[in-house]
């Protein structure tokens, strides 16, 4: 069984602060990975995906890829109270599908 | 551009009553895939399609079936509902392709589903 691992927090920090978000998953065949962000009530947006070890940023964000330690990792720079979400983290199995995690949940208070 | 289109958005089953989940995408993506959220949990993949004519399980198929007669339509059928498929329940297209690599998944907004 494929698993992908987050903790599911919360995870709480101050407005313009930098939040870190861990995932780790089980499958070293996995080839790509994704940050999908879900508002309460409201179904999962893409965020970022990588696929080669290092980082790759998007405004903002930051994903960060560890293939050899099975490891994907976002940083949000700058927290804004909107940030406040549910963060998965989801790794490619084959056919296109994805096995997602739980989730973690950020919460940045004014 | 509608993306995904699911229906209906809210439902209430009886024990044993059977509905199905209407899910319409016009992104001419091949891959369709139907997954559950339960509270405080990740998305549970049920079945997903390759392409029309050809579905597959999976994470967690039971009490479920689907079909895909035609690329835009993935309708989610539930027979004999229980308890235990109280539910979000999200459809959700992508282009795909085998390594995954470039696979954006398109979420539809989802479909909350209680069996009492």
């Known amino acids: 069984q494929k698993e992908v691992e987050q903790n599911s927090g919360p995870l709480s920090v101050p407005e313009g602060a930098i939040a870190s978000l861990n995932c780790t998953y089980s499958?070293?065949?996995?080839?790509?990975f994704f940050w999908y962000r879900q508002y309460s009530g409201k179904s999962p947006e893409l965020i970022m995906s990588?696929?080669?070890?290092g980082d790759k940023e998007d405004g903002r964000f930051t994903a960060q890829l560890n293939k050899a330690s099975q490891y994907v990792s976002l940083l949000i720079r700058d927290s804004q109270p909107s940030d406040s979400a549910t963060y998965l983290c989801a790794v490619n199995e084959g056919y296109s599908t994805l096995t997602f995690g739980k989730g973690t949940m950020l919460l940045v208070s004014p | 551009n509608a993306g995904v289109t699911q229906t209906p958005k809210f439902r209430i089953l009886k024990i044993g009553q059977s509905m199905t989940l209407q899910c319409t995408q016009d992104?001419?993506?091949?891959?369709m895939y139907w997954y559950r959220q339960d509270p405080g949990m990740g998305l549970k993949l049920i079945y997903y399609?390759?392409?029309?004519?050809?579905?597959d399980k999976g994470e967690v198929p039971n009490g479920y079936n689907v079909s895909r007669s035609t690329t835009e339509d993935f309708p989610l059928r539930l027979e004999l509902a229980a308890p235990s498929q109280t539910s979000v329940y999200f459809c959700?297209?992508?282009?795909?392709?085998?390594?995954?690599?470039?696979?954006?998944?398109?979420f539809g907004e989802g479909s909350w589903l209680t069996v009492v």
């Open positions: 499958d070293r065949g996995s080839q790509s």
């Open positions: 990588i696929y080669s070890n």
């Open positions: 959700a297209s992508s282009y795909g392709d085998w390594t995954g690599i470039g696979n954006t998944i398109y």
């Open positions: 992104m001419n993506h091949n891959y």
């Open positions: 399609s390759v392409g029309a004519g050809i579905t």
